[in-house]
Each structure stands twice: as C-alpha cells, then as structure tokens.
C-alpha cells in the first residue's frame, strides 16, 4: 500500500485557504466539524454565521477569535468557548461578562478567567470562591469587598499562601487560623509575619509548621527554637542547609 507523508496527511484536511467564497460556502459544514482553525480563512459572511462559527468553536474553542465581533454576545457560541477555554471570556461582550451562567463557566475552567468578569460577579461570593478553587492566583481580581472577606482570603490561602499574602487586610494577620494556614504552605513567611507578630518566632507550634514546611524558616525564629534539638532537628530534615542556622550550642 502507498504510504502517505505527514505533510500530504495535513494537505487532505479540509482547508479554506485559497478557495473562493462559493466554494467556501458548499465545504463550511464539513470544514468547522473537522477544523476550526480555519475559520481563519474564511468569507466574512461565514465568520458572521452564528451557526458556522457555533461548529467551529464546538471543533477548536479557539477558533472564537477569528469569529465576526458581532457575534461576541451570542450566549451559544461565547458558553461554548469558555467551557473549553475559560480565558476567552476576554472576547465576550460587556452583556455577556455580566452573565452569571457565563462566568461561573469561565472560572470553572480558568480561574483568572475572573479577571474579565463585571464589577457586579467580581463581587459574588460564589463566582469568586469558584475562582479561587480553581486557581489561588484568581483572588487578586475579587472586588475589594471580597478581599475582605474572611472565608474567601483563608481559601486563598490554601489554594496559595505566598500569592496571596501580599492581598490579605493586615488585621487578618492576627488570625491564628490564617498564620498556620499560611506557614502550613509556605513556611517562609514567617520573616513576613514576625513583622505583625514579633512572638511568632517563639512560638512552637507555628514555628514547627514553618520549618516543616521549608526548613530556611529557622533562620528567623528565636534564639530559644534555634537551640531546641528537635527543632532544629525538624528543619534540617527538610533541607539540610537549615542547620547553619542552628545555635552554636
């Protein structure tokens, strides 16, 4: 049997490059259900069919970025698109990214999709907190009364501390839930936290969480801790080089 080259193989997908807008218009059907891509080539009137655009992107979501403007605020099309690429909420309509079905979709797939939403879901606790628990990263686009939110900022927290910390309100730092949550994930932080709580150094139980967590967090507790065998016997566990900071002792 003749074998067929890779680059032949690619020659037989159907292409709209290079053909006429008749000849586009008979192989549309058959050209967005195998490739969507090549919505890139197509007529203007074809980019503008809500119907062949809706096959394109059901084929590749990103095809959506070759589609007419116009159709920008079908709800049909956009929902399709960002189940499979949440980001491409950025090419909704200002109607659309006020749309809680489309949004809540958006994050659901990509949490920083969050980033494109109206003022009015940046600040549902559900669409954030969707956000968040698809990408920790996502927080920073919450409104600022979600910011505040104490639920909200400790899942950040879990999702990712050293992101995070640099949104948290400062009078959450007092929280001991927030501080073990935020060493319990990067246990470096507590150089930053010592700045709001200067006991934390001493503190067994945090400081135990930080060095197990990454054990250079000893080079910032107490003289005490730094003493304590098992202590420092913790952090070296986790990175040997922790035991320069140990008491000469």
Request: hydrophobic share 40%; glycine share 4%; aromatic share 8%.
């Amino acid at each position: 049997p003749t074998i067929i080259a890779s680059s032949e193989k690619r020659s037989l997908v159907p292409s709209l490059q290079g053909l006429s807008d008749s000849m586009k218009k008979d192989r549309d059907l058959e050209v967005a259900k195998t490739n969507g891509q090549e919505l890139k080539y197509a007529s203007y009137e074809l980019k503008s069919d809500s119907k062949f655009v809706l096959l394109a992107v059901q084929n590749d979501a990103n095809a959506l970025k070759y589609a007419s403007k116009e159709l920008n605020g079908n709800n049909g099309i956009i929902l399709e698109a960002v189940k499979k690429n949440g980001a491409l909420l950025n090419l909704a309509s200002v109607t659309l990214k006020n749309d809680y079905e489309i949004v809540m979709t958006s994050v659901m797939n990509d949490g920083i999709a969050l980033e494109y939403a109206s003022d009015r879901l940046k600040n549902n606790y559900n669409i954030v907190s969707t956000a968040i628990n698809n990408n920790g990263k996502s927080f920073q686009y919450a409104s600022s009364e979600l910011k505040a939110n104490y639920n909200i900022v400790l899942m950040a927290v879990k999702m990712d501390p050293l992101f995070s910390f640099k949104f948290i309100p400062d009078y959450f730092l007092n929280h001991r839930e927030m501080i073990m949550n935020l060493v319990n994930g990067c246990g470096i932080l507590l150089k930053d936290l010592c700045n709001y709580q200067i006991e934390l150094i001493d503190d067994s139980e945090v400081v135990s969480t930080s060095v197990g967590n990454d054990g250079l967090a000893l080079e910032y507790v107490s003289d005490r801790l730094k003493n304590h065998h098992e202590m420092v016997l913790h952090a070296v566990q986790n990175n040997g080089l922790a035991l320069q900071y140990c008491s000469n002792e």
